[in-house]
């Protein structure tokens, strides 16, 4: 892992919406394990303040779609699921960012455009952290095998050192996470926790 600064590094949050992560989001029970995404989010919340007073970046991409779903003309797989549920969808409550979230005010810079499962498209993600001197670009959030990988692959080849909080994403099951965690995220990235991500930050 390249040496971390607070001006160079940043946390791009994926999927902190109440679709996902409120008690009746739509696509809650694409993740199996109920206790697994209220340990995420606590643990993310806790990185947030952790990391409050640095420089780092911090970055929300929410995914959103217009009431017909235009967007998707031929969807597959989760983004179907999307569609069919009518999940994410513009001016409801679910494409709404979580209240956890929306404490930080400003402080998270949200990043809108996201139609699919990679953050870098259709957004200005990759300016932004080019304009801001990132080089190293971290990964938190929801669906770990899906938009975490999808986006952190992305990141990855344009250059950027990438990681993944091992203890602030989610899989739809826990052998899903732990095998993108030990198999697939060290092909391409550093695997660390939150602790190690803020230490590393400080030091």
Do not use: W
């Amino acid at each position: 892992m390249s040496e971390m600064t607070s001006n160079s590094t940043a946390v791009v949050l994926i999927g902190y919406q109440n679709d996902y992560f409120a008690a009746d989001g739509i696509l809650r029970g694409v993740i199996e394990e109920v206790d697994r995404v209220n340990h995420v989010l606590e643990n993310t919340i806790s990185l947030l303040k952790g990391l409050e007073q640095s420089d780092t970046l911090l970055i929300a991409t929410p995914i959103i779609f217009t009431p017909d779903y235009s967007e998707l003309s031929d969807p597959q797989g989760i983004l179907k699921a999307v569609k069919d549920s009518k999940a994410f969808c513009e001016g409801t409550p679910g494409a709404d960012t979580i209240d956890d979230l929306k404490a930080f005010g400003d402080r998270v810079l949200e990043i809108p455009g996201k139609r699919g499962l990679n953050a870098f498209s259709n957004t200005e993600l990759s300016n932004i952290l080019k304009e801001r001197g990132v080089t190293n670009v971290v990964f938190a959030g929801a669906v770990t095998s899906v938009c975490i990988d999808s986006s952190a692959r992305a990141a990855f080849d344009q250059g950027f050192k990438v990681s993944i909080l091992s203890d602030c994403t989610t899989g739809r099951t826990m052998f899903e996470q732990e095998f993108y965690c030990n198999e697939i995220f060290p092909i391409y990235a550093s695997v660390l926790s939150k602790d190690e991500l803020i230490e590393a930050i400080a030091s």
